[in-house]
């Protein structure tokens, strides 16, 4: 009975695409140049590559494992599980601690995407097409300056998704993104070709894969392994909530593996086409958050019939920072629904916090931009939107990977693990769950204690 009213992607292509456009966001392309940029390229790129394989993609596959077992809201679901196993821990905390820190994560998402979405509708009047690189920066500038514009358009931003959340529409939308994803793949390869021929490609290529003396520290890996959770979207519950509707017929590792792939290539896509761009134009990498904003229009600006590339690229940015934002609403609502409420109120009253947050990050680009409000703990330098968004990437995204890795290696029992995860080969399995049991809580823990006491 129950399964028959739960909803399930029947198609393994549907599952894939649907969690794949989930998946891929501005992480893959404002937080992957940003980041890598502001911690120096190559090395740190080759950090992130080690981070992703042997941390973050066991880790997704454990998600979405615990997803499908527990078939509910993440805190249902591991409540359920936790109850199964019989054991006295609550298994939840994690779950909720995941669900609050994704208005968290909303409030800069939407000031990121509504500025995406302000630029689109820049281009849409002709912006662009033709400009200098002053004009570029000015707008840029003005953009920061202007808070109630940044505002009305993270709120926006926020409001779509809620509607979308709230309405039937999402499947449509997750429908559209199946063509707009691969659309967006092909934009950026375009953009890479052209930064290969317009831009400083051999520097821009240097500083990705170029192999620099690189700090091996304990918060560089944190850093690195905060960005692979953030673009796969994982230790919130969000990845866990598509587990849940994954169709029992679907390969759970042939899925992680190809969305990881697809995740990872449009990170290095944009990676090749805007560093490139950006030292073409004789721009620094280490901008901070702004670094997309100074390098993609460089392109737009000198290619025939820029505006309307431009705008499409904006439009295309925004369904997936659109598909992204609404797997972050997902757990809390479907939490909310399991206590009776409607989704259309369950996903209202998420976007009051998250919009009152979201003014925090406005602020930060804006004349709070050297107000560092924790300066007092010695958190010098560092605004609101830095706290946030390094407290939510680096230390909640890994203690909730941390969790469901201690859930799968330590709380549920290996066989019934090895059968839910339908794995065909015994060695592949042996290592995966020894991954988590062992060597990813170590691991993490290790970077934290390091961090701390460095
Ligand atoms: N993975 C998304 C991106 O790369 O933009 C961000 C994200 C979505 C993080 C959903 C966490 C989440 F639960």
Known sequence: MEKKSYPSFSSRLGFIMVTAGAAVGLGNIWSFTYVVGSNGGGGFVL??????????????????LLG??????????????????GSKIPWAVPAWMGLISTIFILSFYAVIAGKVMGYGFEALFGGFGGWNGEQIADLNTSYNGNELLSAFWAGLFLALSVWIVGTGVRSGLERASKIMMPALFAMLLGLAIFAAIEGDFARGFDFLFGFRNVEFSAAIFLEALGLAFFTLSIGVGGIMVYGSYMGDDVSLPSATVWIVIMDLLVAILAGLAIFPLLFGAGLDAGVGPNLVFAAVPQAFAALPGGSVLAFIFFLLLTVAALTSAISLFTPTVQRLVENGWSRRKAAWSMFVPAFGLSILTTLSFGSWNDFYPLAFLGLDGLTFFDLIYKGTNNIVLPLGGLAFALIIGWGL?????????SMKSDALFTIWYGLLKYIIPLAIIFLFVKTIWP
Not at 413 to 421: E, F, Y
């Open 413 to 421: 029992q290996r066989d019934k693990v090895r059968a839910a995860l």
């Open 47 to 64: 950090i992130y590559l080690l981070v992703l394989l042997f941390l973050a993609t066991p880790i997704f596959m454990a998600e979405l």
């Open 68 to 85: 499908r077992m527990g078939k509910a809201s993440p805190p249902e679901a591991l409540s359920k599980l936790q109850k199964q196993a």
